[in-house]
């Protein structure tokens, strides 16, 4: 749903710039009482593994692909200040090293498949932990509906900035319907990437996953025959546990895919594409400011060999988004003061 040059007029764009540089500055805020020394400089790599995953386009319909936004699981893995900002920096990246995105049209992006997708997700998927069984399936549950949700959520953000702003005269109603057609199907495969991934990191490090922390069931013991929850006892002193082993792995899973896998991903519009030119709204697009980068449209300048192009590109844009990313965030965990606590998401039972 990289929205370019041209869909969104001036004014409209501005305005929402406006309010995407507010969104990241209310962010910078909050993921201070997010990050820690571990979470830190994994909250790059999440960035860099979302930048992955987005390269690889699944067919959902005749003629048409999707990708993972990846506003739900950034907040889920690292919380909604957190996740704003590593979709911000994604979208960054994109747009400057590989002209996907308009530049002008960044603070509609960012407003659209960050603000609104990681909003809608994370409220949503707080609401549900707190009313569904505590543990692992119930956490992977309420992930997948939030990212399912996440996805249409944005398709109608995307429309309303196009009925106030829109270049071209086409019937809203049908742009809403198109739009919010498309990206349901679009959702369920968001959906499924959203929950393998948060259940897969649940099963072997739930104290790294911003959403599941606290989430457990209280110890059930029965008395008279009935089950009554068990007194809470001291929490013992855990050592801390080194984050090397995740990172790498999460580093290597990225780079696989982005060098590898997405050679193979669906060579279709995705749906605001395929929307766009069904609907007449792609008519006054304009020219990508960074047309002339050496890596626009996830290839390099002058290598001849498209697959191995994509897959150097892959592999330089996974790079530079956990290398800026990780900057962003341990700069953001140092500014961090004494009396602001890490926010651990707990849940009382």
Not at 19 to 41: H, I, K, Q, W
Request: hydrophobic content about 50%.
């Amino acid at each position: 749903m990289h929205v370019p040059d041209g869909f969104i007029n001036a004014p409209v764009s501005a305005v929402a710039g406006v309010v995407a540089a507010g969104a990241v500055a209310v962010s910078l805020r909050g993921a201070r009482r997010e990050l820690d020394e571990r979470t830190a400089p994994l909250a790059g790599l999440v960035a860099a593994f979302v930048f992955a995953v987005q390269m690889l386009n699944f067919p959902v319909a005749a003629g048409t692909s999707g990708h993972l936004l990846g506003g739900a699981l950034a907040a889920i893995l690292v919380g909604p200040y957190t996740g704003v900002l590593c979709i911000a920096v994604v979208l960054l990246m994109q747009g400057i090293l590989f002209a996907d995105g308009g530049l002008t049209a960044l603070g509609v992006n960012i407003s659209v498949m960050g603000v609104v997708t990681v909003v809608v997700a994370y409220a949503l998927f707080r609401g549900l932990v707190r009313v569904l069984p505590g543990g692992r399936r119930s956490t992977t549950a309420a992930a997948f509906v939030a990212a399912l949700v996440s996805v249409p959520a944005a398709a109608v953000a995307f429309t309303l900035l196009y009925a106030v702003g829109g270049t071209t005269d086409v019937p809203i109603g049908k742009v809403l319907t198109a739009m919010v057609g498309v990206h349901v199907l679009i959702g369920v495969g968001e959906a499924a990437i959203t929950a393998l991934t948060v259940g897969a990191v649940i099963a072997v490090r739930p104290d790294l996953v911003h959403g599941a922390r606290g989430l457990a069931a209280p110890l059930k013991l029965r008395v008279d025959g009935e089950l009554v929850d068990a007194p809470a006892a001291a929490p013992a002193p855990a050592a801390p546990r080194s984050t090397r082993k995740v990172w790498a792995t999460g580093l290597v899973t990225a780079l696989v895919l982005a060098g590898f896998v997405s050679f193979y991903a669906s060579a279709n519009p995705d749906g605001l594409e395929k929307v766009a030119a069904d609907k007449g709204i792609d008519e006054k697009v304009e020219e990508h400011g960074a047309a002339d980068s050496p890596l626009a449209d996830y290839g390099v300048k002058d290598v001849e060999n498209t697959r191995i192009s994509g897959g150097l590109a892959g592999v330089i844009g996974v790079g530079v988004t956990v290398a800026v990313g990780s900057g962003v965030f341990r700069a953001v965990r140092r500014r961090r003061t004494p009396q602001e606590p890490v926010t651990t998401g707990t849940r009382s039972h």
